[in-house]
């Protein structure tokens, strides 16, 4: 069973609501985006929002479903997840392949959300 109760704070089912619309559109938003999308309240609202994050990475693992934290990502750089978003993959048992970077991992993981949000 995915992780999605109704009984939720209102910025944990605004959360649920984004990501699935970012599959859908096949898209990607940014931590401080979704956190002010979602109206996580303050303080450490940032730190709040990857929590949820993670709990939802262990439950869509757990139910061998693709993972709706993957849309989620920092602002700079590569535009991939924060290194807790793979540290938490590889707790949960989402392994790489064969010398897979992070960027590569976190496109696999992607691609895959996105062909279930078809």
Not at 41 to 69: K, N, V
């Amino acid at each position: 069973m995915r992780h999605n109760p109704t009984n939720a704070p209102i910025w944990q089912q605004k959360t649920h609501a984004i990501l699935a619309e970012c599959a859908q559109a096949k898209t990607t938003i940014t931590y401080l985006q979704l956190a002010e999308q979602a109206e996580i309240p303050s303080p450490h609202r940032i730190h709040q929002l990857t929590r949820f994050l993670e709990s939802l990475i262990a439950s869509d693992a757990a139910g061998g479903h693709p993972l709706r934290a993957a849309v989620v990502v920092s602002k700079g750089g590569e535009k991939i997840p924060a290194q807790g978003f793979f540290d938490c993959c590889q707790h949960c048992g989402i392994r790489r392949e064969h010398d897979e970077s992070d960027g590569a991992l976190h496109a696999r993981l992607l691609a895959a959300l996105y062909d279930k949000a078809l």
